[in-house]
């Protein structure tokens, strides 16, 4: 196996990530065309309220976990 092969493989998601991702509604988000994402009036995440916000990798941490980077896994092919 080439040595570079494992740094091709995608990162498995974290515990907290795939906590997040099971709170997440895809449908409350939409993915702008610069890779940022925007979420719905009204979008809640457990107990966070978070309006129209616009947002990318790094800059939303919820409990250990990056929004968009959980967002770009489970909902980026919708």
């Given at each position: 196996m080439p040595a570079d092969?494992?740094?091709a493989q995608p990162k498995k998601p974290t515990a907290p990530e795939d906590t997040?991702?099971?709170k997440i509604k895809c449908?409350?988000?939409q993915k702008n065309s610069d890779g940022k994402w925007i979420s719905s009036p009204n979008t809640r995440?457990?107990?966070i309220d978070f309006?129209?916000?616009t947002f990318g990798v790094g800059e939303v941490d919820?409990?250990?976990a990056d929004?968009?980077?959980v967002l770009n896994?489970?909902?980026v092919a919708r």
């Open positions: 092969f494992a740094h997040l991702a099971s449908q409350d988000f995440i457990g107990k309006g129209t916000y919820i409990g250990g929004l968009a980077t896994r489970k909902c």
